[in-house]
């Protein structure tokens, strides 16, 4: 390929990337764990309390601070929200210039500009790139890994071990789907056995068992509780579901959760498959057989036009997968031998390639479904950038006698994702977020915090028990982190009376039916597009 065309197709991919990263600022996500992630960071810099935990993980154990770590050099510089996203996502884009070059490097270049264009373009990538959270760093260290493990492999370099080790063993401590991303690392190395310096491989363990010392010495002090509930919770499987509930209102899953899901969303996340996790019922008629969303005046289910077209792409996926699984296994025998000669053989490419893709796609969903886990798409970001490379391979093989006819698939793939999601964002613009996890957009909530602000001291409100939020059932419960968190930001105000109550009524995520929100009518309230404050008077 001619490299100045390289260098201009990229660059076009790069744009296409940042214009779906740095879009609709005021849609960026900003819940309880972004404030409470944020506001930890903001500790440390404000007064140099360094944190020996991070954020909550679904699984009911606190998680390590390395997010918390990574955000602090951020906000030494901001704390704007929106900028620090605007980092991540920034961070997010370098993901895919290295997926570019890695895929350049091993693969071709064909291979690297497919995999860039997939990946600056799937709507699952663009989602974990724009908020204060430890997924969406995730991406940006499971292509450091595969990096690192192609350099060990294919590339033979004994020394770029450090990082194969390095890398997964970190990921751990940004999300516990780390262990997946680790055990594919394993697996990968033990089975092709490339030769590698096992002094700098204990030297990347060390590195990443002193980033974890603080987390280790506070759960140690703990005695291990938040693991002993884990291992007794069983990741929800034991949690109590209210009677008949059979979709969860908010992600759209069936309840109880399907043994299959783990090899759904792997091959799911590549795209915008089970959108139906940020969107909530608002993904399909099919998520709300009680008709709950249906029932809200002006709500319409959510559909884009490349719907098909991107379920071809995961179908396109899973036959490269086979493909690579048949290309791999006709070494199978090789790998007993211990001839150096056929061994290096083995882990040149296209064999040694074809190994690594297909373990990292197929460990980690043995780990999930081995520990019976109810995962959620989040999980898989650790399968970065697999898909992308996997259909770039062969895209470079079929590009030597169809050219035409590949260039012209790529690119209505590119298309479509790059249509799905700016179908995503004007539902979203429509309803100022979506019920599902993405709940309302940063824009409506800043608007309400400043609105608050001056008022009266949020914080002082919340302490004082003054002020709470309608939750999903219709029930008031304290409020969310994010609002409090960002009014204490803009000041404090003192015109409410010391007896007046604020009620928050987030649309996205307040309870589905619309009669018990039209009880507060007639409080004196005000509106911030789904973002409503009441006034209660009390005696």
């Known amino acids: 390929m001619n490299k100045r065309i390289e260098i201009v197709l990229l660059a076009l991919i790069l744009v296409a990337g940042a214009a779906l990263r740095f879009s609709h600022f005021d849609l960026l996500e900003f819940k309880a764990d972004e404030a409470v992630a944020a506001n930890l960071a903001l500790e440390f810099v404000r007064g140099g309390a360094l944190p020996a935990g991070g954020l909550m993980s679904s699984v009911g154990v606190t998680n390590p601070p390395l997010l918390i770590y990574l955000l602090i050099p951020i906000f030494f510089f901001t704390s704007n929200v929106a900028a620090v996203s605007g980092v991540i996502a920034l961070l997010g884009l370098g993901a895919v210039v290295a997926t570019w070059w890695m895929g350049r490097k091993y693969y071709g270049p064909v291979t690297g500009l497919v995999a860039a264009a997939l990946f600056a373009a799937s709507p699952w990538a663009v989602i974990l790139s724009r908020k204060i959270w430890a997924q969406d760093f995730v991406p940006l260290f499971a292509v450091g890994t595969m990096w690192a493990v192609h350099a060990v492999v294919v590339g033979r370099k004994p020394k770029a071990v450090f990082w194969a080790v390095l890398l997964p063993l970190a990921t751990i401590q940004l999300h516990f789907s780390g262990f997946a991303l680790t055990a594919a690392v394993v697996v990968i190395l033990a089975w092709l056995r490339p030769k590698m310096d096992w002094r700098l491989a204990v030297a990347g363990g060390v590195v990443a068992m002193a980033l974890a010392v603080p987390y280790l010495r506070e759960q ?33 899953y069936p309840l109880p959760r399907r043994p299959s899901e783990a090899w759904m969303h792997a091959v799911a996340i590549q795209n915008a498959g089970e959108i139906e996790d940020v969107l909530g019922l608002s993904a399909g008629a099919e998520f709300d057989r009680a008709g709950i969303w249906a029932s809200k005046p002006g709500r319409t289910y959510f559909r884009s036009v490349s719907d098909g077209v991107l379920v071809v792409q995961r179908l396109v996926f899973v036959g490269v997968l086979v493909w690579l699984a048949m290309m791999a296994g006709r070494s199978v025998r090789a790998v007993f031998n211990r001839d150096p000669a056929v061994r290096s053989r083995i882990q040149s490419a296209p064999t040694g390639v074809a190994w690594i893709l297909v373990a990292w796609c197929v460990v980690p969903v043995v780990v999930f479904a081995g520990a019976g886990l109810w995962t959620y798409l989040s999980y898989y970001a650790i399968l970065f950038p697999v898909h992308f490379l996997a259909v770039g391979m062969a895209a470079e093989q079929m590009a030597r006698r169809f050219k035409p006819a590949v260039m012209v698939a790529v690119g209505v793939l590119v298309a479509a994702n790059v249509w799905f999601m700016a179908d995503c964002y004007r539902f979203l613009s429509r309803y100022g977020g979506a019920q599902g996890t993405y709940g309302t957009g940063l824009g409506y909530k800043v608007a309400a915090a400043r609105y608050l602000a001056r008022k009266a001291d949020v914080l002082e409100l919340v302490r004082q028990q003054r002020m709470g939020q309608m939750d999903q059932l219709g029930r008031l419960e304290m409020p969310q982190l994010d609002l409090p968190w960002l009014a204490g930001q803009l000041g404090t105000g003192a015109e409410l009376r010391t007896n007046t109550m604020v009620i928050v009524v987030d649309e996205n995520r307040a309870n589905y039916d619309p009669l018990q929100v039209a009880q507060l009518a007639n409080l004196p309230h005000t509106n911030f597009g789904p973002m409503r404050l009441y006034f209660m008077e009390r005696p």
């Open 220 to 252: 140690s002090r703990q005695e291990w509780t938040e693991y002993k509930t884990m291992l007794a919770q069983r990741s929800g499987r034991n949690w109590n579901i209210p009677p008949g509930m059979t979709i969860n209102p908010q992600s759209g």
